[in-house]
């Protein structure tokens, strides 16, 4: 079992950054992937950002590709997604959850074992 806790959410304005962070308790084994998913006011949870723990290969949706970093500290047992130039529409509730068995790190929150709480992200103008 593990579970999942995010912190680092917040209000920033358009064109700022922020940093969030998922820090797991519980065995994150090599074949694990951990995502993060967002969720808008009135729209489905979608993929955001994908890390294949064994070898931190990184996977983004094209949304936000050349504006979020994902990353991981294996020793500390964290995901973080580091989030710049943030606009309005990332205004949304971010997930992390962690892939127990992930060859290639999935898209599809169906596929995704372990969810955190989620933390909110509000981009204002």
């Known amino acids: 079992q593990v579970q999942l806790v995010e912190s680092g959410g917040g209000l920033v304005q358009a064109g700022g950054s922020l940093r969030l962070s998922c820090a797991a308790a519980?065995?994150?084994?090599?074949?694990?992937?951990m995502g993060w998913f967002r969720q808008a006011p009135g729209k489905e949870r979608e993929f955001v950002a994908a890390i294949r723990w064994s070898d931190g290969s990184r996977y983004y949706a094209d949304s936000v590709k050349g504006r979020f970093f994902i990353s991981r500290d294996s020793y500390r047992n964290t995901v973080y997604l580091q989030m710049n130039s943030l606009q309005i529409d990332d205004t949304a509730v971010y997930y992390c959850?962690?892939?127990?068995?992930?060859?290639?790190?999935?898209?599809?929150?169906?596929?995704?074992?372990?969810w955190g709480q989620g933390t909110q992200v509000t981009v204002s103008s």
């Open positions: 959850a962690a892939q127990k068995s992930a060859v290639v790190p999935s898209t599809l929150q169906d596929e995704y074992d372990y």
């Open positions: 519980g065995r994150i084994f090599s074949s694990y992937a």
